[in-house]
């Protein structure tokens, strides 16, 4: 199929999808539109009308309540030294103290809808979908998705807007500061405003703060993000079996999918830029100035700042000379310890910081000098991917970050961590357990994002098969534990079998005499009821 047949598809697809307007529901994302005026914002209240029954949040058909919100008074580390001076601290009390607490499977800002992992009218419907491998979509599968996401860089979100202000900017709340914007920009808006710098007043910004990276919140919000970007799909095109496909970037020699027919390859002329019969050739990045707005001690207001920007592998080889291999990946999964130390970039031994990229894939000591594994990928885009605040505005974001989360999961899957590995406090601010995440309504708290996919309701294809690969993940703890108590083992059989050999010579002459054996000479060792109180006891 040629390049110009390729793109036709998309464009007559991208059409049939613009009449799928109509049929808009409630997403997931930042502040609800009906929440984002005056009287929300003074009374600090966004409990929505559930249009169902009309009453906030449901409560007449039992989906929720309006209720004051809970937050976590555990401890938080020290690379924030600040109180008061961020919007972002005890998410989202700045703006609203009372949301809809749901109940059930029921969720959403006014819990109109179902928990990921359900469905039905009444969300008792269980449900997993498969995330699969981009090169094994079929071309009309892929030319979906391509236009898929084309039709969320142009489509209005109808129920989110963006803060273009602080709150003290907005009067406190008598003025508010909001604007619209297309569902894909919304996304990155997210993503931006998680990551973005404290305005402390003047030219004066603190930089070391980030909700959604270099901490333990990072892996659980990026698997948040991703669900309900999924989810905002599935609803704008109306196909509730959507799901992001994953690119294995394992052992690449260069960026398979920086080409025409999937996210768009190298413009001929000028190659920091993508081609012109890429369909992404025509996108404008947001978001991405980040030094600007903190000069301005302004907040990202969503317009266009020119196309995006790519030129992979003419990257700084010194900070990041290749792409991640199955051997790094392998070695970041054997990692025991999910967290440790100051739970920031300088983390030593930590599974997070070294997926994240911020520790030696080989030896998974800090290394911020070098990008690795997830943060490799990033540098080695060399453009709009390379900066943290604005790198959703590639649409390669959510393959790469869909890869990510299934490492993670394979991880969950090996380790089979209780929640009480995920630090309960000391993380750097946001990142604790019960902290809610930023900037999301509904709220959601990191500690509800660190359990298996398929509680979720997705899973990924290389997990499902050969079924071997799952196997042997189960098996690897329990391999891990036996070669670490090996030696101990030999040496003690050969003891055993010198003991029991002295002891045959010595005891067989009393046997003989005592005319045999009964059940008081020879117990069992474990009586046959009490195999089922046999637990495997893990170091969690």
Not at 25 to 30: A, D, L, N, R, V
Not at 295 to 301: K, T, V
Not at 470 to 498: C, E, M, N
Request: aromatic share 12%; net charge negative; with cysteine.
């Amino acid at each position: 199929m040629t390049l110009m047949l390729s793109c036709c598809s998309v464009s007559m697809l991208l059409f049939a999808l613009g009449f799928l307007l109509v049929i808009l529901q409630p997403s997931t994302g930042q502040f609800p539109r009906v929440c984002a005026n005056v009287q929300s914002l003074l009374s600090k209240e966004c409990c929505p009308p559930w249009d169902g029954d009309g009453s906030p949040c449901g409560e007449l058909s039992n989906r929720g309540s309006c209720q004051n919100i809970l937050l976590s008074q555990a401890p938080l580390g020290p690379q924030f030294p600040f109180s008061g001076v961020d919007d972002r601290e005890e998410w989202p009390s700045v703006f609203y103290n009372r949301t809809c607490r749901c109940e059930g499977n029921f969720m959403g800002y006014n819990c109109g809808e179902c928990k990921f992992g359900f469905s039905g009218f009444n969300c008792t419907e269980r449900q997993v979908k498969t995330r699969r491998n981009i090169f094994q979509l079929t071309t009309s599968e892929k030319n979906r998705f391509l236009a898929y996401l084309n039709l969320a860089k142009n489509i209005p979100s109808q129920e989110y807007v963006i803060a273009t202000g602080t709150y003290t900017q907005m009067n406190n709340g008598s003025s508010p500061m909001f604007r619209d914007i297309n569902v894909y920009d919304l996304f990155v808006w997210m993503h931006y405003y998680a990551s973005r710098d404290t305005l402390l007043g003047g030219s004066n910004v603190w930089r070391d703060i980030d909700f959604a990276h270099e901490a333990p919140g990072f892996l659980p919000w990026h698997r948040a993000f991703l669900l309900m970007w999924e989810r905002q799909i599935q609803k704008i095109t109306g196909d509730e079996n959507f799901t992001i496909p994953y690119w294995d970037w394992r052992d690449a020699e260069d960026c398979g999918v920086c080409n025409d027919e999937y996210m768009g390859g190298r413009h001929p002329t000028n190659p920091n830029l993508l081609s012109p019969a890429s369909i992404f050739s025509s996108w404008q990045v947001i978001c991405t100035q980040s030094e600007e707005y903190n000069s301005q001690q302004a907040l990202c207001s969503a317009t266009s700042e020119g196309p995006i920007r790519r030129n992979p592998g003419n990257n700084d080889k010194s900070r990041t000379p290749r792409l991640p291999s199955s051997a790094d990946v392998e070695f970041c999964l054997s990692l025991t310890q999910y967290e440790s130390g100051p739970m920031d970039k300088m983390a030593n031994y930590s599974f997070r910081n070294t997926l994240e990229g911020f520790a030696d894939p080989q030896t998974a000591i800090s290394n911020p000098s070098q990008s690795s594994l997830h943060n490799a990928l990033h540098i080695y885009m060399n453009g709009s991917m390379s900066q943290v605040q604005g790198s959703a505005n590639d649409p390669i974001f959510v393959l790469h970050h869909a890869f990510v989360d299934s490492i993670f999961e394979r991880w969950l899957r090996r380790h089979r961590p209780m929640l009480e590995v995920y630090p309960a406090a000391n993380a750097p601010i946001g990142h604790n357990r019960e902290n809610y995440m930023v900037p999301f309504i509904p709220l959601y708290r990191n500690g509800e994002f660190f359990k298996p996919s398929r509680e979720l309701g997705y899973d990924y294809a290389y997990l499902q098969e050969p079924a071997l690969e799952s196997f042997q993940d189960f098996l690897t703890p329990y391999l891990q534990q036996a070669r670490q108590i090996w030696a101990w083992l030999v040496g003690a059989a050969v003891f055993g079998s010198v003991v029991t050999a002295v002891l045959t010579r010595h005891i067989r002459p009393c046997w003989k005499k005592k005319g045999g054996t009964s059940s008081e000479i020879q117990p069992l060792l474990i009586e046959s009821e009490d195999y089922n109180n046999i637990t495997y006891q893990s170091n969690f």
